[in-house]
């Protein structure tokens, strides 16, 4: 029965972290710090086109795996090749937006 319940926590534990976080707003105003006048509904603009146009190729990248520096690295490159394989077009300001998501979010899951 322990065994059993262990396992269930686990994978309860493990199921919860593939979904992605909803901003709250203690993000945004932590976010805010570093991106001026940040709202939960940018965080969720940018939450949504992560979910829906990021996933066309690979699952939820995790917004703690890389720096800021790497994600705006990362992100137009990624909004290229989503265009030119997919024809997804990720504007510039869809980008910044997904940018500001997994910065800031990556940043809540650090401190937890
Ligand atoms: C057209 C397909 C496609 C789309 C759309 C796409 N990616 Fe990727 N992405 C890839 C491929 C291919 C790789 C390399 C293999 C891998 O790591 O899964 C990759 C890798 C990555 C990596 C790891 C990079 C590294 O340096 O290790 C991240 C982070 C990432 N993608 C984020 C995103 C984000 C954010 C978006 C949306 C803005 C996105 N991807 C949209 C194809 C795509």
Not at 23 to 52: C, H, W, Y
Not at 66 to 76: F, G, K, N, S
Request: hydrophobic residues 35%; charged residues 25%.
């Amino acid at each position: 029965m322990k065994k059993f319940i262990v396992i269930a926590a686990v994978v309860l534990l493990s199921s919860c972290s593939a979904k992605l976080l909803l901003p709250t707003q203690s993000d945004a105003e932590r976010g805010s710090a570093m991106f001026k006048g940040l709202t939960i509904d940018e965080l969720n603009k940018g939450k949504d086109v992560f979910d829906k146009k990021c996933t066309q190729c690979h699952g939820h990248k995790r917004p703690t795996s890389w720096t800021e520096i790497q994600w705006r690295r990362i992100i137009p490159v990624m909004a290229e090749k989503a265009y030119k394989s997919k024809k997804v077009q990720i504007s510039p300001t869809e980008q910044e937006q997904v940018l500001r998501y997994v910065v800031t979010m990556g940043q809540h899951s650090k401190k937890n």
